[in-house]
C-alpha cells in the first residue's frame, strides 16, 4: 500500500461523496494518433481504477459524468461505439465491483439508451444491489437543467392534483424530485483535463462542493491524483456561509 494512499485512510472527516467530470478522452487519443474510442476504452480503465482506489479509502459514494444529454449531439459512430463500449464494460466490470462491494446505480435519463445498454445496465444494478461498501453512480444521458425542470414538472403537476400547496415547495421538497434524492450532496467535486466548467453537471447538489482541477487527462489519472485531490479537500476550510470564528465554536461545542 502506498504511503499517500495510507496517509488518506487515516484521515478523518474524508468527503463522503465524491463526483468527477471524466474529461480528456479525446484528446488523449487524438494526441496520439489514436480514434477517440481508444481513448473511451482508456477512460474506462481509469475509471476501474479510480471506483477502486475510493473504495479502498472508504469513499461512500462516487458519482461520474459518464455520457451528458448533450453528448447525443456528437458525431453517430461514436455515439454508438460510446453505447458498445457501455454494455461491455458492464460486463466486464462486474468482478471489479463484486470484489469491492460496490453497489451500481446510475442517473439520468436512462430511457433514452438503446435496449441492450438499458438490460445491461438493469442487470449490473440487481446484481450488486446489496452491497454496502460504496454507491458508484453513473449519470448517463444526464442533464441538470433537464433533471431540475422534471423536479420542478412533478412538483407542479403535485399542486395541481392537490396532493401539495404551492407554499410547501421549499429547497427539501424540490432535493427529493432529483435523480440523487436518496444520497447525500457531493463533497468534493473533480475535473480532469485542465477544463473550468461544469458542464450542466448536478448544477443543485454541487452548491456548497469543493471544486478541484486537474490538468491531467481523464485516461491519466491515477490513484494517487485522486489521493491528492482528497488532501487537498482536507485542507480547506468549509463555512457553508459562517465565519471561520463560528466555525471553530461548534466546533468546540460539539
Known sequence: MSELKEQVKALKNLPEHIAIIMDGNGRWAKKRGFLRALGHENGVDALRRIATASAEVNI??????????????????????????????????LKTLNDNKIRLQAIGDTSSLPGNCRNELEEVIELTKD???????????????????????????????????????????????????????????????NEYRISNYLLWQIAYSELYFSPKLWPDFQAEDLYNAILDYRNRERRFGKISEQLKSDYHNA
Open 60 to 93: 461512500k459514494y462516487l458519482t461520474v459524468y459518464a455520457f451528458s444529454s448533450e453528448n447525443w449531439n456528437r458525431p453517430k459512430t461514436e455515439v454508438k461505439a460510446l453505447m458498445t463500449l457501455l454494455v461491455s464494460s458492464l460486463k466486464k466490470e
Open 131 to 193: 452491497h454496502k461498501h460504496m454507491t458508484l453512480t453513473l449519470a448517463l444521458s444526464y442533464g441538470s437543467r433537464e433533471e431540475l425542470s422534471r423536479a420542478a414538472r412533478e412538483l407542479a403537476q403535485e399542486v395541481a392534483e392537490g396532493i401539495r400547496t404551492a407554499d410547501s415547495i421549499n429547497e427539501e421538497a424540490l432535493a427529493s424530485k432529483l435523480y440523487t434524492a436518496a444520497m447525500p450532496d457531493p463533497d468534493l467535486l473533480i475535473r480532469t483535463s
